[in-house]
Nanobody
Framework: QVQLVESGGGLVQPGGSLRLSCSAS????????MGWYRQAPGKQRELVATITSGSIINYSDAVKGRFTISRDNAKNTVYLQMDSLKLTDTAVYYC????????????WGQGTQVTVSS
């Protein structure tokens, strides 16, 4: 099992930046594919970005070119750098982890709120 703790959320103006962090513990971090998802009020949870154990990266079209996902295996941490934030990026952001080569179980963090507002 792996435990995930997100941090770095907050209130930011449109066009601003935030960096989210997700710290993992309890298992061998390098074996996990990691992802960021978000859920806005009244909407379903959606993919933001993923990074595999081999650092292959994928972004949703909504964030491509504005967000950057990365991982630091020495720190057991995955990051989401969010630039040029829009009002529509407002959501609770969740980190998840799944062992490479498997589709379940999927582990989730508790989420961190990102609010983009003027």
């Amino acid at each position: 099992q792996v435990q995930l703790v997100e941090s770095g959320g907050g209130l930011v103006q449109p066009g601003g930046s935030l960096r989210l962090s997700c710290s993992a513990s309890g298992s061998i971090f390098t074996r996990y594919n990691m992802g960021w998802y978000r859920q806005a009020p009244g909407k379903q949870r959606e993919l933001v970005a993923t990074i595999t154990s081999g650092s292959i990266i994928n972004y949703s079209d909504a964030v491509k070119g504005r967000f950057t996902i990365s991982r630091d295996n020495a720190k057991n941490t995955v990051y989401l750098q969010m630039d040029s934030l829009k009002l529509t990026d407002t959501a609770v952001y969740y980190c998840n982890a799944v062992l490479s080569g498997l589709i379940r179980p999927v582990y989730w963090g508790q989420g961190t709120q990102v609010t983009v507002s003027s």
